[in-house]
């Protein structure tokens, strides 16, 4: 019963930045923990930032530094902040979160983010 929205994907240059948002809806709602990951063509999907309910963050080592991972928790919404873009960042991006009590996991339909040269 719980969605998930992403928003703010397209297309930016090299050494640009991008911030993307996840929304989540549903009747009764709490969430956990929030994440984004992300997938190339052929590749695996990756973690790229999380985020839980009392804000403890982690990112993945190819975008520590870069990227920054944020929420509104009244908005049941989070945020990933993208700067000095790459190519190798060119992407499906995907949200994901967690049920309060971790018992459900939800993932949004993907935004694609694409990085030119």
């Known amino acids: 019963q719980v969605q998930l929205v992403e928003s703010g994907g397209g297309l930016v240059q090299a050494g640009g930045s991008l911030r993307v948002s996840c929304a989540a809806s549903g009747d009764n709602i709490c969430i956990g923990a929030m994440d984004w990951y992300r997938q190339a063509p052929g590749q695996a999907r990756e973690l790229v930032a999380a985020i839980t309910s009392g804000g403890s963050t982690v990112y993945g080592n190819s975008v520590k530094g870069r990227f920054t991972i944020s929420q509104d928790i009244a908005k049941n919404t989070v945020f990933l902040e993208m700067n000095s873009l790459e190519p190798e960042d060119t992407a499906v991006y995907y949200c994901?979160?967690?049920?309060?009590?971790?018992?459900?996991?939800?993932w949004g339909q993907g935004t694609q983010i694409t990085v030119s040269s």
């Open positions: 994901h979160a967690f049920s309060c009590t971790m018992e459900y996991q939800y």
